[in-house]
């Protein structure tokens, strides 16, 4: 049992202390730029820009392709179609053609 005010035998004791450090009172969780009202105030729907299954079905198939070729120019072109707002912040590294030349480098430096 919860003790409060009205129950003080209550095992269950219940301190409010506020908000820490970082906590929200709330959140948002609608991503979008029109949101919409329902019949409710406090919530809003989104109306989300988004390709129809056949489409994405297609693009999805070509994107695997791409990486099972480890293209990683058309990958990122693909990203950036498939994903509103993605936008990559640096140059394409691939790390695993990088780690094969040192690995080739060291054996032709210890051989």
């Excluded at 640096?90 to 054996?107: G, P, T």
């Amino acid at each position: 049992m919860v003790g409060d005010e009205a129950q003080p035998n209550g095992d269950i004791k219940i301190e409010v202390t506020g908000l820490r450090p970082g906590e929200k009172l709330y959140e948002e969780l609608l991503i979008g730029e029109n949101p919409q009202p329902t019949s409710h105030p406090p919530i809003m729907k989104a109306h989300e820009e988004f390709l129809a299954w056949p489409a994405l079905e297609e693009k999805l198939s070509a994107l695997h392709m791409a990486l099972n070729i480890n293209d990683v120019g058309i990958i990122r072109v693909m990203m950036k179609e498939l994903v509103a707002g993605y936008t990559p912040s640096d140059d394409i590294v691939d790390w695993v053609y990088l780690e094969q030349e040192a690995e080739a480098q060291a054996i032709d430096a210890g051989g």
